[in-house]
Structures are given as structure tokens and as C-alpha cells.
């Protein structure tokens, strides 16, 4: 009887181990930043709405690599979920680079409509066709260029500075119409790249500049919001299938809910940060010449033109 009851606690123990499922997250930034803060809600809700038969194990501070490494981990099946800018996401998804333009969105408020709205939307439906399922959107934020040589004010001020971007060919194009010399660098070689002076600056939202502590290693910082930067929560079909309708529905509304809650950590970095920037002794341009650097871009936004056609680009701006 003893032996049986063993047997039918081994058994039961069994049962329950393969009834919980581990996903691997992974992000660039802290456990502290807007990422982990919408990473975390994600995978609470996850386990809570499935009642622990799923939970997270959180990869923080490029644990597993760049951006565009675990995007590839994610296609091949070697991690569950990244929470990733679009930085390297056109690189699989093409259709995704129209929301890259310089200066298309007007604030947070637009960004958030049009990605919430139908445009928005109809962008996720492209990923299952690369091997990916893009969850929802969520948020990196308005960027802004920091660099150890200059205040930039105007274009005019930027020229020559050699610049670490995302490996991004939107961007890219862009920063070269400022007279930027863009250098594409995965995100984990950011800070040592600025210590050492191999380049002279980066631009990033003021949440990713906060939890880098870039502040440490860059003088100046401009408020130039020259580029909205979405974010995606994206997994993979593989994921996706093994899961029931019910689990489905739960997964998507954490999604959303990690959305809400990394977008609000955005607000409050945005709010407090530039103030915690200049305490920790960075000088701050907080007016610059906004329509020399929308006039710089003429050339560049004819090319946005021909790539992603004028229409669908102002489709974009002409949401209110």
C-alpha cells in the first residue's frame, strides 16, 4: 500500500512538472526600465490567467544578445518572446519600417492612435508570414541625441559627429540628411563604445538613457525627438499553436495590458528623467531648431516617398 501511494505521488509530481511551461523572455534594457516594467506585467498576467500552468523567465540587459539576435532566436526557436524596438524588426518585417521615418509622429498621443488604430493593426498582421507573432505593440519612446563634443541645437551642430544608430536603413538615411556619420552597433556595445570614444554619441529615448546610465559616459544631451520608437512584444508560431483558444485570449489581453503599463513607465521617465540627467551632471538643449531638422529631410522623405509611398505616409500624419 506504502509502494502504491509512492508510486501515485511520483506520478502526480510528474504530471505537474510537465504541466507548467517556462517562456523565455528577453529584452536590452534593465529589469528596472520601461521594458522589464512591461515584461513583468506580461508575464504576471500570463501566469496568473493560466493559473501557473505558464510562467516567464526574464532576460534582462541583452542577456541573450541584441535586439536583432533574439528576434532570430525567437524565428528559430531558441527563446519564447522578445520585447524589442523596430530598430532591427524591418530587417524581418519590411512593412514595419514606415513607422521608423523621422519626425511622422507629431507626439505620444498620435504614435499611440495610429499603432492602436487600424494602420497599426494591420502591421501585425505581417509577422506570421517571417515565422514571428507580434503580440502588440508597446513602447521605447521620442529619441533624442546625446554625443561628448557639442550641444546640438541645429542640424549644422550634428554634422560630422559619428553617431551609434540601430541597424536600421530608415534611420540611417535620416541621420545622414543631419550630416551624422551613422554607426550601426548592437545594443549591448553601446556603453563601451561611448567610454572609449570609438564613437561620440548615441540617440535614444530618455528611458533607455536613464536605465543605461548613459549620463556616466555622454556630456551633452538635446531634445531633439527626431524619431518615434515603437516597441513589439513578438513570439512565434510555434508558441502560439500549442496553445489553447482560452490561452490565446489571455496571452493577447497580457499583451495589452503590458502595453498600457510600459507606455505609463514611458510617461514617467519622460516626465522625471531629464531633471535626474542634469543631477547626474549632463547638460541639457531642451529647445532645439525643430523645423531646420524637419527642413534637412526634405531629400530623405522623398525616398520615404518612393519606398512606402506618399499616400501611406500621410495616412499616417493625417491621424488625429
Request: glycine share 8%; aromatic share 8%; charged share 25%.
Amino acid at each position: 500500500m506504502k509502494r502504491s501511494l509512492l508510486t501515485l505521488a511520483l506520478l502526480a509530481a510528474t504530471c505537474g512538472a510537465q504541466a507548467q511551461t517556462i517562456l523565455k523572455i528577453g529584452y536590452a534594457t534593465t529589469a528596472t526600465s520601461h521594458y522589464g516594467v512591461g515584461s513583468t506585467t506580461f508575464c504576471d498576467d500570463i501566469e496568473k490567467g493560466t493559473q501557473g500552468r505558464y510562467k516567464c523567465q526574464q532576460f534582462p540587459s541583452s542577456a541573450l544578445g541584441g535586439e536583432r539576435e533574439m528576434i532570430e532566436a525567437v524565428q528559430l526557436g531558441t527563446l519564447d518572446i522578445v520585447n524589442t524596438s523596430t530598430g532591427p524588426v524591418g530587417n524581418f518585417v519590411p512593412e514595419v519600417k514606415i513607422v521608423d521615418i523621422p519626425f511622422l509622429f507629431r507626439d505620444y498621443d498620435h504614435a499611440r492612435k495610429v499603432l492602436d488604430g487600424p494602420i497599426g493593426q494591420d502591421l501585425l498582421t505581417k509577422f506570421p508570414s517571417k515565422g514571428l507573432v507580434a503580440l502588440s505593440w508597446t513602447e521605447n519612446g521620442f529619441r533624442h541625441m546625446t554625443n561628448n563634443k557639442r550641444a546640438i541645437v541645429k542640424p549644422e551642430d550634428a554634422s560630422g559627429l559619428k553617431m551609434r544608430t540601430m541597424e536600421n536603413k530608415v534611420h540611417m538615411e535620416g541621420y545622414r540628411a543631419f550630416g551624422i556619420q551613422p554607426t550601426p552597433m548592437a545594443f549591448p556595445e553601446v556603453f563601451g563604445a561611448l567610454q572609449q570614444g570609438t564613437v561620440d554619441g548615441q540617440e535614444n529615448p530618455i528611458p533607455v538613457i536613464l536605465a543605461s546610465k548613459f549620463s556616466q559616459v555622454q556630456k551633452h544631451l538635446s531634445l531633439t525627438g527626431h524619431v518615434y520608437s515603437p516597441a513589439l512584444l513578438i513570439t512565434s508560431p510555434r508558441v502560439m499553436n500549442k496553445l489553447s483558444d482560452a490561452d490565446k485570449k489571455v496571452f493577447y489581453e497580457a499583451a495589452k495590458h503590458a502595453s498600457a503599463a510600459q507606455r505609463k513607465k514611458v510617461n514617467d521617465d519622460e516626465a522625471n528623467g531629464i531633471a535626474q540627467l542634469e543631477k547626474e551632471g549632463m547638460s541639457v538643449v531642451k529647445r532645439v531648431d525643430g523645423p531646420a531638422f524637419r527642413n534637412a529631410l526634405r531629400e530623405a522623405y522623398a525616398n520615404y516617398s518612393k519606398e512606402f509611398g506618399a499616400d501611406n505616409i500621410r495616412r499616417i500624419q493625417d491621424v488625429k
